[in-house]
């Protein structure tokens, strides 16, 4: 039979383990040991580079309220979860528009290099900050600038009296346009995945120096 010692034990561990829970933290006895969670992750080279990192602890359900049923839900899916986190892609996005803008005036200048800088940062703050999905909020971000560099220099070259003729033929012109427009979403892609790694890892270094403490 339980003693009264035994439940008021077995009550403690119970909050103790709502209690770290809560902070998105395992219990003592699951927790890696030092020396385990500190010993290099075995692998090929990318694993070694950038070793696993756990989603983020705490998060709510990002597709709550999105329903499900209905025709071209990957499209309508994505469509959902960029309308809720604007601002992860759109001011990100223009951002990276000022710097693709700044690297393509100025080439490879300190301002065209601070230009790459900026461009390439904004992508991985779109990562980052959307942690619903990171690589979808860094290729939606990429497109963004892509877009809005695009009509600056179609309406520039305009206002100086250049016609469509003067970037080519239409096949050329949308060719070198598709071309670009993959570029900079395979760029926009890789920069969200990175950004989107790099907060979920300083989530789980951070919690791994709170239980040392």
Do not use: H, K
Request: zero cysteines; aromatic letters at 10%; hydrophobic letters at 40%.
């Amino acid at each position: 039979m339980s003693t009264r010692s035994d439940r008021d034990e077995r009550r403690a561990e119970a909050r103790r383990r709502a209690r770290l829970a809560a902070r998105g933290e395992p219990p003592a006895d699951e927790e890696t040991e030092p020396e385990e969670a500190e010993r290099p992750a075995r692998g090929g080279f990318l694993t070694t580079l950038f070793p696993p990192a756990p989603p983020l602890p705490n998060r709510p359900d990002p597709l709550a309220g999105f329903e499900a049923s209905g025709p071209l839900r990957p499209v309508r899916e994505r469509a959902f979860l960029l309308g809720r986190n604007l601002p992860a892609w759109v001011v990100t996005g223009i951002l990276a528009f000022v710097g693709y803008l700044g690297s393509a005036i100025y080439g490879n200048t300190l301002l065209g290099l601070l230009g790459n800088f900026v461009l390439f940062g904004s992508l991985i703050a779109a990562g980052w900050f959307g942690w619903q999905r990171p690589t979808l909020f860094g290729t939606a971000a990429s497109l963004l600038s892509f877009v809005l560099v695009t009509a600056f220099v179609l309406v520039s070259f305009g206002q100086q009296g250049a016609g469509p003729e003067t970037f080519g033929s239409t096949g050329e012109v949308v060719g070198s346009l598709a071309l670009r427009g993959l570029y900079q979403a395979g760029l926009g892609f890789l920069g969200g995945w990175y950004g989107g790694y790099l907060r979920r890892r300083q989530t789980q270094l951070s919690a791994g120096a709170r239980r040392r403490r």
